[in-house]
Nanobody
Framework: VQLQASGGGLVQPGGSLTLSCTAS????????MGWYRQAPGKQRDLVAA???????NYDDSVKGRFTISRDNARNTAYLQMNSLKPEDTAVYYC???????????????WGQGTLVTVSS
């Protein structure tokens, strides 16, 4: 199983970006998907997560600005980030809890980090 992340870049404060994360490989089902982020010198924190039923969870710092969604048919999650602030600057890591092969327990998989820089 591999996770391919995309969509990072440089954006001005107040701007928007959309991150995507696609899982591929021997996938039976995917439970939660989402993103963590890590700013320089800080710990990695959960940004947003979404279950396969569409339930969502957001860090307080992004509520009302970020929206997570997923396309189960495409094994893809999206993070729409609006009203970006300089403090959103970080490397964003997508994750997915994947059940591979057949019914069983899920394992966590991680995409490569994608840098989001919010600066004027």
């Amino acid at each position: 199983v591999q996770l391919q992340a995309s969509g990072g870049g440089l954006v001005q404060p107040g701007g928007s970006l959309t991150l995507s994360c696609t899982a591929s490989g021997n996938i039976f089902s995917i439970n939660a998907m989402g993103w963590y982020r890590q700013a320089p010198g800080k710990q990695r924190d959960l940004v947003a997560a979404i279950t396969n039923g569409g339930g969502t969870n957001y860090d307080d710092s992004v509520k009302g600005r970020f929206t997570i969604s997923r396309d189960n048919a495409r094994n893809t999650a999206y993070l729409q980030m609006n009203s970006l602030k300089p403090e959103d600057t970080a490397v964003y890591y997508c994750f997915a809890f994947v059940v591979s092969g057949g019914p069983g327990d899920s394992e966590d998989y991680w995409g490569q980090g994608t840098l989001v820089t919010v600066s004027s």
